[in-house]
């Protein structure tokens, strides 16, 4: 019986374990998509920037053409 019971925990650790491992893993990738999303609106805010500068005819650095 003994034996049975410490296979029983020995199997709930494992899950635990396992579990655990698996939260990580999902807390990493939240992680990435959001310095990736951030990345992508950093992007997006330069192009409309740029967008803005070529409306008015101008070069980024502000010269006139």
């Known amino acids: 019986a003994q034996t049975a019971v410490a296979r029983e925990e020995m199997l709930s650790a494992q899950h ?3 579990e655990a491992a698996v ?3 999902l807390a990493n990738a939240i992680t990435r998509n ?5 990345a992508v609106e950093e992007i997006n805010d330069t192009i409309e ?3 803005q500068e ?3 005819g101008q070069s980024p650095m502000g010269e006139t053409r």
């Open 16 to 18: 635990l374990a396992e």
């Open 23 to 25: 939260d990580a893993e």
């Open 34 to 38: 959001r310095k990736a999303e951030e």
């Open 49 to 51: 920037v740029l967008r």
């Open 54 to 56: 070529i409306a008015r």
